[in-house]
């Protein structure tokens, strides 16, 4: 590393680029030294703003620059594996924006080229950094809503429709990395079904549906059609359950002391009679730091001692694969795609 601070640049200053630099020039362990787009207006932009970065059309000027010592890279998804490659070959450490790479296949190389240089490949997964999400794992980590059931999340606005990805792997990609993080365990099967209301566009709504092993099932709905903006999320566990409201300003989640109590009647061992409990509720105090600059912080933690990031190459890869699966029954309308073979056979398919 050339000084004690790690020299960065950044590739991509539009929709969410800046939100990148503007973390990197307030970390005390970076020094941002150059920002590469195509665009000069925002790069005149960028200058504006912080008139000691350079500037550049030409993200090949990152690459040569012995100062720069890892990339952020904020461009649309099909440049992802091109840029990401190009950086690493150069011996840079890389942050790639969501999701990783346009396939699996392409995913996959830049993890061996990455390994095979000792160099941090880390994939901007946002929401893993958000105190909200940190919670609702620690929760579920601490056995407070027992079995999980379900993960019911909607995600949906008016826009912005993107002409390089369908919705999936725009939105849900967002689900996909949390139910990663928080769940104890990895879907066995995907069903997705999707619509187009453009007319050569990639699919602008979307319901995903992922089962697990154990009796948990996650669905995803997303949408750029809607007419409000939606960022619910329902967790249900047999002893508590969890609404996650992104959009609230303070208490985005609340705990319900709520579910069913099964009782077997008298009569037939068989039936159960349902009984409804209704507890208390409560909103955990959750902090405010802003998800990217804990995210900034823990890369810049992992380029310098070379540990492994919580969003690392391989929970990226795991990411885009679901992608591809959802996008392969989305082709089928909705036949559900095996991703791994059941470990044990259902209690009621055993035989007797
Ligand atoms: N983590 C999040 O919550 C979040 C939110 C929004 C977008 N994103 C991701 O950020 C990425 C960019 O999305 P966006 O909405 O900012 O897109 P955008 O189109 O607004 O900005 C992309 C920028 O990259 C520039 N660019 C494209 N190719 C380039 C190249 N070869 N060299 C230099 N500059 C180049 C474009 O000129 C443009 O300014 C996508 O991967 C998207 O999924 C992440």
């Known amino acids: 590393m050339a000084s004690s601070r790690v020299g960065i640049g950044v590739i991509g200053y539009g929709y969410w680029g800046p939100n990148l630099v503007r973390n990197f020039v307030s970390n005390a362990s970076a020094r941002l030294v150059s920002i590469a787009d195509l665009d000069s207006g925002k790069l005149a932009a960028s200058t504006h703003l912080y008139p000691g970065v350079m500037t550049t059309s030409r993200y090949e000027d990152l690459l040569k620059d012995p100062s720069i010592d890892a990339i952020a890279i904020a461009t649309p998804v099909r440049t992802h594996y091109e840029l990401a490659m190009a950086a690493l070959k150069a011996g840079k450490h890389v942050l790639v ?48 809503l027992g079995d999980i059931y379900y993960y019911d999340s909607t995600r949906s606005s008016l826009g912005l429709f993107q002409n390089d990805v369908n919705v999936i792997w725009d939105l849900a990609v967002h689900d996909i990395s949390i139910i990663q993080f928080i769940l104890n365990e990895e879907p066995i099967a995907v069903s997705a079904t999707g619509s187009s209301h453009v007319a050569g566009s990639p699919e602008n709504m979307a319901h995903i549906t992922m089962f697990f092993e154990s009796e948990c099932v996650a669905h995803v709905s997303v949408n750029w059609l809607s007419p409000i903006k939606v960022r619910q999320t329902f967790v249900g566990g047999s002893k508590k359950m969890i609404v996650y409201d992104d959009l609230e300003p303070t208490e985005k989640i609340k705990v319900y002391d709520k579910g069913i109590t099964l009782d077997a009647s008298p009569e037939n061992a068989h039936q159960f009679r349902i009984g409804y409990r209704a507890g208390d509720m409560w909103a955990p105090n959750i902090s405010t730091k802003e998800a990217l600059q804990t995210e900034i912080e823990h890369f810049l933690q992992c380029v310098r001692n070379g540990t492994t990031p919580i969003s690392d190459g391989r929970s990226g890869l795991k990411v885009v694969e679901l992608l591809e699966a959802a996008s392969l029954s989305i082709a089928n309308h909705g036949k559900p795609v095996v991703l791994r073979q059941r470990q044990r056979v259902p209690e009621d398919v055993k035989v007797a």
């Open 97 to 144: 924006e969501k999701p990783l790479a346009p396939n699996a296949d392409l995913v996959r190389r830049l993890l061996d080229e990455a390994d095979r240089r000792g160099l941090t490949l880390m994939v901007d997964h946002t929401f893993l950094y958000t105190p909200a999400v940190q919670k609702i794992r620690d929760l579920i980590k601490d056995g407070q």
